[in-house]
């Protein structure tokens, strides 16, 4: 067979590691210079070349996002699809607890928590334990708890030698009791649980060690402590994992990632072949050129420098907005200009670090009427109302859903008060039942007549409802249990347009079903049976897999409510319309768009004030902003706000170290207002009138009083309007530029 192909666009580097003898590999390499390229071609090299059976191949990668991409490459390669499993950890993990739910000793329909569900979760067990939710806060035990799962711990590793550490290892055993009860898992239990039932059923991971002879692994310095037990698990140190990473783009450490892994792996397998690649062919000269002196600043680190053989290109363009608003259009102006110029919207990303910074260029575009779509953030499936919907859909799908029992058991409002909830809580604790098993007793003896035929009103919608949908498409079940439950007609009630966005987003629910095919989430092979409960079951699902011949699908309800919860939100807009793209650097990893944006680069926020407090953390900020650099191909925009508004508060913020860390020759400054408001300088500096200045009564050398900075000597205006800003040399605190619609300067 002629496999010229797949050596074809690499460079000699490249192929040796996409040749590679079979056994393991490391490719350690910088941002852009073909990664995941490589990874791409080794696995259709695997495939044609090595004669291995896509199904002995598991490849893991980062985001949903970029499975989807990766699987897509290898297909285009191969020049056709096939079965085999291509996914993020998380991912990869549902689908083997779906399979052996069994072995993990889980309900056949758990149902995942997502982080808001746990906190509501981790509330009500905080109240069962009588704890004071001021002292133990929620957020921070879910943080605590978290961390110890991504370390492969249970309560019973835990040692206390505090009482507040044992009062934590209680809390997270009573969670876990509730989870169970519940049948519900989080996102670190996916990866805990799947880890364990490899480590605890020798046959089975016998089974799997057979199964995937090929592990390939993406942005593996992002792996954490049980990501990694998991594949080494599978890779015994025969095995032949190959994964590729850059210690440089290490952005998880605040989530348990361990870069360290790149090292640990060395130790794991000392016979895997060390890789490196330097060239990039991603971005211009200027660009790397920026990317390698800033990421210089860091210590410690295992040392490469990108270079290109492609052309210097433009220089990075630096803007130092008025404000948050002024960079919004500033962004968009930028953008326009690139369209008018034959560009595509969707080769435009704005990457910013805060998902809260997003706002207001939602607001900026949606004026332009430029289209645009955020990924990541306030993802369509986190809004409130969709998860009203999906907690009706999860309780008909699974009655011990205690989460979403508690969601929806009196929303929209059917009378069942406190009283009543705080009855069945008890009932649910001393019993260990489920809620709805609790609502049915108390029905029957204990309620007040009213309280239990609010309850009883409730069961019976859920039990309609569950069976009118029966025999519905999946579209059409979430269309029918949206009508039905009470939702649309609540919403309806609301006034003005925040109800309506809600009706509209459940409608969008539909839509999300009815575009929903099994093929967009985990389940790539969508006959895959769930009841596989032994080695030799497992063998006879793979096989089922291999020649797709039965299938039991898994019932398309389930499989839509896991990708709500494991989805980034993709349902959102249609991916493939042409829009700006939008996201936080974090989900920037691993991706390239021809015009970047990285906006609000001031201090406090990026490096981010929480981060930047230790060398560590710092560290990893400027590694952020590596990653963002590095996502640039042919023009990088940076910018800050002097002035910002952010969750309600004005800052004024100096610009980010990380500008200044950049090559002074490779940025270009660039103010266009400065220009547009020259002739008012010019007036201003010939002693010429100053009414026509934006505010009357203050003149150049009038004394001012600012409420932040105090008093100070006004020395120039510049601008008109709105974006009319003001020089003050306050006393103690240098020369700022203010906003004058927002400074409230006073004339004293
Ligand atoms: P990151 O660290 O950001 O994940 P990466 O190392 O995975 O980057 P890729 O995304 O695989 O890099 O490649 C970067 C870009 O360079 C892609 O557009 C890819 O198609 C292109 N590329 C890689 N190798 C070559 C080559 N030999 N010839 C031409 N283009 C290449
Ligand atoms: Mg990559």
């Known amino acids: 067979m002629d496999v010229s192909h797949l050596l074809d666009g690499l460079n000699d580097d490249q192929r040796q590691a996409v040749g590679s003898p079979l056994g393991a590999a490391l490719i350690l390499a910088g941002a852009g210079s073909g990664k995941t390229r490589v990874l791409v071609h080794r696995i259709a090299w695997l495939v044609q070349v090595e004669g291995a059976s896509p199904n002995t191949i598991l490849a893991v990668t980062f985001t949903n996002k970029a499975a ?48 808001e569900d746990q906190a509501r979760l981790m509330r009500k ?29 249970r309560p019973k590793h835990l040692k206390a030698d505090d009482p507040t550490r044992l009062q934590l290892i209680k809390i997270y055993q009573a969670y876990e009791d509730a989870c169970k009860r519940a049948g519900v898992v989080d996102f670190a239990e996916l990866l805990l649980r799947a880890y364990e039932i490899w480590r605890d059923n020798p046959g089975l991971l016998e089974h799997y060690r057979n199964r995937f002879a090929h592990v390939l692994v993406d942005e593996f310095q992002d792996t954490n402590t049980i990501q990694y037990k998991w594949l080494t698990l599978l890779s015994t140190p025969n095995g032949l994992p190959f994964v590729v990473g850059d210690d440089d783009q290490s952005i998880y450490r605040w989530r348990g990632a361990k870069v360290e892994n790149l090292q640990q792996f060395r130790r794991d397998f000392p016979k895997a072949i060390l890789y490196k690649l330097e060239q990039n062919y991603r971005s211009t000269g200027i660009i790397l050129q920026a990317a390698n002196a800033l990421i210089a600043h860091n210590e410690g680190r295992l040392g490469k420098t990108l270079w290109t053989s492609g052309a210097p290109g433009e220089r990075i363009k630096l803007y130092a907005a008025f404000n948050e608003r002024d960079e919004a259009d500033f962004v968009v102006n930028r953008i326009r200009d690139w369209v008018a110029h034959g560009g595509a919207r969707r080769e435009a990303a704005v990457l910013y670090r805060s998902n809260a910074q997003s706002r207001v260029f939602e607001e900026a575009f949606l004026n332009a009427r430029m289209p645009y779509r955020v990924y990541g953030g306030l993802r369509f499936f986190e809004r409130a109302e969709i998860k009203d919907a999906l907690a009706y859909l999860r309780i008909i799908s699974s009655r011990n859903d205690d989460t979403s029992f508690e969601r929806v058991v009196n929303f929209p409002t059917r009378g069942i008060g406190a009283k009543t909830l705080d009855m069945l809580r008890d009932y649910a604790r001393t019993h260990a039942a489920s809620l709805w098993s609790a609502a049915e007793a108390c029905i029957k003896s204990g309620l007040t007549q009213r309280a239990a035929q609010a309850l009883q009103s409730f069961l019976q919608l859920i039990e309609k409802l569950a069976a009118e949908i029966k025999d519905l498409e999946l579209y059409e079940a979430v269309d029918h249990v949206i009508q039905m439950c009470g939702l649309i007609e609540s919403f309806k009630k609301e006034k003005g ?60 309800l389930e499989s839509f409510l896991a990708h709500a919860v494991l989805e980034s939100g993709e349902g959102q807009a249609d991916p493939y ?31 981010h004030q929480r981060s930047a407090a230790d060398l560590a953390g710092l560290e990893e900020e400027r590694r952020l902003c590596y990653v963002g650099t590095t996502r640039a191909m042919r023009q990088l925009y940076i910018t800050y706000a002097e002035q910002r508004r952010l969750y309600g508060v004005d800052n004024y913020a100096q610009p980010s170290r990380f500008i200044g860390e950049f090559p002074v020759d490779v940025l270009e400054e660039i103010r266009p207002r400065l220009q547009i408001s020259r002739p008012l300088f010019a007036k201003i500096s010939q002693g010429g009138s100053l009414r026509e200045t934006p505010a009357p009564g203050m003149k150049m050398g009038s004394r001012v009083r600012h409420a932040k900075f105090g008093d100070g000597v006004v020395l120039n205006f510049e601008g008109n309007g709105p974006q009319a800003r003001i020089q003050v040399n306050f006393e103690g605190q240098g020369t700022k530029w203010l906003m004058l619609s927002y400074a409230n300067l006073e004339v004293v």
């Open 68 to 115: 989807a991409e990766m699987r897509g490459r290898i297909e285009t390669l191969l020049g056709h699809s096939m079965s085999m499993w291509v996914g993020t950890f998380h991912g990869l993990a549902h689908r083997l607890l779906r399979l052996h739910w069994r072995e993990a000793g889980l309900s056949q329909n758990f149902q995942i928590l997502d982080s």
């Open 125 to 153: 067990v905080l109240k069962s334990l009588e704890l004071d939710e001021t002292r133990w806060v929620p957020r921070e035990i879910q943080w605590f708890i978290n961390a110890q799962k991504d370390e492969g711990l």
């Open 497 to 556: 347009e925040r109800g309506e966005a809600r009706v509209e987003n459940l409608l969008e629910l539909v839509s999300a079903a009815r575009g929903f095919t099994p093929e967009q989430n985990w389940a790539d092979n969508a006959g895959l049976p769930t009841d596989a409960n032994s080695p030799e079951d497992a063998t006879r699902a793979t096989d089922v897999v291999a020649n797709r011949a039965i299938s039991v699908p898994l019932a398309p």
């Open 577 to 607: 319309a042409d829009c700006v793209q939008m996201m936080t650097l974090h989900s920037a990893k691993g991706l390239e768009f021809p015009v970047v944006f990285l906006a609000g680069m001031e201090e406090g926020l990026f490096p």
